[in-house]
């Protein structure tokens, strides 16, 4: 069809133009669907700030306002990454602490730290602590606090660096996305390589300018200002994504975007 051919050609021209890669940093995690951990949509809290990003809780499947990312005979979205220059970190040895007591949540924080050096360092030249400890008062870098809300990080990249629980976890889900309790290992692994992608700079992907119009999602949390590949339906980033958080795995275009702004493992 007519109108297929000009989005491919807008994509194109889109991404031929851009410097360099981008994709900018969401700091809130969506919540997920009961069985399939695919993403509803998620509402723009207005009292959202660049540096400061908060969670909404999303509907899903079998509520009265559940909207699917997408409808059967639709064209499906491509590649996309969204980065903000701003937010880089300035070296690729980035610090790491946990805002709990020694020993509090010890497999769950196996969990994500596994999941983090899996993805994200597994595919650029990111070194993270090696020992995830406890914070200490003027601890820099990555602090994450655990709670039962929505996670979310309070900025993208490097804005975090030494931000008392700059980014927040949820390891109960007893009042945040209560679906997640019987995959509540799933969830965790999903939602921390969500939120380390805004704490590396990367943002929602819907907040992009040439969003496709079956993406439903409207944008949340702070934007990016570099395009750093086509549109990714697979990206931990992208709401539009129909697997939650594409259960913590990195897209092909995921990849390319970390090793772009981090470089080559």
């Not at 207005?46 to 909404?56: D, G, H, R, V």
């Not at 980065?83 to 007591?101: D, H, K, M, Q």
């Amino acid at each position: 069809m007519k109108w297929r051919s000009l989005l491919r050609t807008a994509a194109g021209l889109a991404f031929l133009s851009a410097c360099s890669p981008s994709e900018p940093v969401g700091d809130a995690a969506p919540e997920p669907a009961v069985q399939a951990l695919e993403p509803a949509a998620q509402v723009l809290d207005p009292a959202a700030t660049a540096s400061a990003e908060s969670n909404q809780a999303r509907p899903m499947p079998g509520d009265a306002d559940y909207r699917p990312a997408s409808e059967p005979g639709m064209v499906r979205i491509g590649d996309r990454g969204y980065f903000l220059s701003s937010a880089l970190w300035p070296s690729t040895n980035i610090p790491v602490c946990w805002e709990l007591a020694p020993g509090a949540y010890a497999n769950e924080r196996r969990l994500v730290e596994s999941a983090v050096r899996s993805s994200w360092q597994a595919n650029s030249r990111l070194q993270f602590s090696q020992t995830w400890s406890q914070c200490g008062a003027a601890a820099r870098g990555i602090r994450i606090a655990v709670a039962d809300t929505g996670p979310h990080t309070k900025g993208l990249g490097k804005e975090l660096d030494g931000k008392p629980a700059g980014m927040v976890l949820n390891f109960t889900f007893e009042n945040w996305s209560r679906s997640c309790k019987p995959q509540r290992d799933q969830c965790i692994v999903s939602i921390a390589v969500h939120e380390f992608g805004h704490a590396l700079g990367f943002a929602h992907e819907q907040n992009r300018g040439d969003t496709p119009g079956e993406c439903l999602e409207p944008p949340q949390g702070t934007s990016g200002d570099q395009i750093l590949t086509p549109w990714d339906a697979q990206s931990v980033m992208n709401y539009c994504n129909p697997v939650y958080n594409n259960r913590g795995v990195l897209s092909n275009g995921d990849k390319r975007s970390v090793a772009a702004k981090y470089g080559q493992p």
